[in-house]
């Protein structure tokens, strides 16, 4: 019978439990629904697309519309379904066999997953102990492993933390020293001070991510994009499925931003609610970590993680087990949700923990 590539066999997939619960705070996902007038243009937007004909294949109005919003123009942004399926592109754009990506964990899982995938070779770097990048780190890995891409995550998923531009800076001038590409993923980035598009240039090796999926409030449009330079677009422009953009998609795309004071207020509220939600946990037993986006990462002290996790879940809250992640054994992630959501889940684990 036919067997699977001997890596993919071994590989263990993704995981994260899609329960039938009541309150869900696992996927970092926006807790409001999606603007309803934009519900109703993209409903009006579907009445208009010539269903029998393919999409305009360079998605060049979504690319403009995206590039206007950054400041560049259109062959500066390159979109995806999701930015997953952007980090994809660029590793089989720029991975591959006989190539290195690196990651400095913990990070998104998905970044050395990904890699693996097309066959990219994967040096994992550590993060300094309060899971900041450290620098001189950074310079092993970068020296040891030569990387083509390296990946940084700023607000990082899963514990929350911005890199500084200072940090950023200093991490593409090694990734450039060797002739790497280096990949900020910022699908958390309206959430933090300062964003590395503000480097993007020409001369620079240097893309940044984002997602529709967490800010946006549109998980279901799976939409994503890069922003960079050209050459680097054009590339991934050869490598990625023809037409994989459907109509539909890049329609709701563009209207999508014209609600981006909508997407801001959103931003806002959630801001606030993390505070709430940072103090309410402060008074149980357990660590927390500052965290810069739209989730906090927490340690019970006394009770195992994925015991308190399985109790939240009796009481139909789910939450992100995180002990698969290295060195984040016993931790738990908390998306923040609506403050009625935010209210059970720590009522829930008022009962569990004291
Ligand atoms: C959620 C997430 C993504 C993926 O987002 P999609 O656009 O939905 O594919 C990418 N990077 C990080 C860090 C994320 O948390």
């Known amino acids: 019978m036919i067997r699977p590539r001997d890596d993919v066999a071994l590989m263990e997939g993704y995981h994260s439990p899609q329960l039938d619960v009541r309150v869900r705070l696992n996927t970092n996902e926006s807790p409001e629904p999606s603007p309803s007038a934009w519900v109703d243009e993209v409903a009006e937007a579907a009445r208009r697309v010539q269903w029998h004909r393919y999409p ?14 950054h400041g560049v123009g259109p062959e500066q942004v390159f979109v995806a379904n999701g930015s997953n399926e952007v980090l994809q592109t660029l590793l089989l754009t720029y991975g591959g066999p006989g190539r290195t990506a690196a990651t400095w964990e913990p990070t998104y899982a998905l970044h050395a997953h990904i890699a693996r995938i097309t066959g990219t070779a994967v040096a994992q ?9 450290d620098t001189d780190e950074v310079l092993r890995v970068v020296e040891e492993a030569r990387p083509s891409l390296a990946f940084l995550c700023s607000p990082n998923n899963p514990t ?19 002739d790497g590409l280096l990949v900020v993923d910022e699908a958390y980035g309206q959430f933090a001070p300062w964003s590395a598009l503000s480097l993007v240039g020409d001369e620079v090796p240097l893309v940044v991510t984002r997602t529709f999926s967490k800010t946006w ?13 050209e050459w680097v677009v054009a590339e991934l422009d050869k490598v990625v499925l ?3 953009l459907d109509a539909l998609k890049q329609a709701a795309g563009v209207l999508a931003l014209h609600h981006e004071a909508e997407m801001d ?6 801001v606030e609610e993390r505070g709430r939600l940072v103090a309410a946990l402060g008074e149980l037993p357990v660590d927390v970590w500052p965290s810069g986006a739209n989730f906090v990462l927490f340690r019970p002290r006394h009770l195992g993680g994925r015991e308190v996790w399985q109790r939240l879940v009796d009481r139909s809250v789910l939450v992100r087990d995180c002990s698969s992640w290295p060195r984040l054994d016993g931790c738990l992630r908390v998306t923040i949700g609506t403050p009625d959501e935010d209210d059970a889940f720590i009522r829930a684990l008022q009962e569990i923990l004291t």
């Open 160 to 178: 929350g933390m911005v890199d500084d531009a200072a940090t950023v800076a200093a991490t593409l001038e090694l990734v450039a020293g060797v």
């Open 125 to 133: 770097g550590e993060r300094a102990a309060d899971f900041s990048i």
């Open 242 to 244: 023809p037409y994989h």
């Open 217 to 229: 409030s549109m998980a279901a449009a799976r939409l994503g994009y890069l922003v960079g330079p």
């Open 56 to 69: 305009d294949r360079g998605a060049v109005e979504l690319r403009r519309a995206i590039g206007a919003l």
């Open 265 to 270: 207020a959103r931003v806002a509220r959630l």
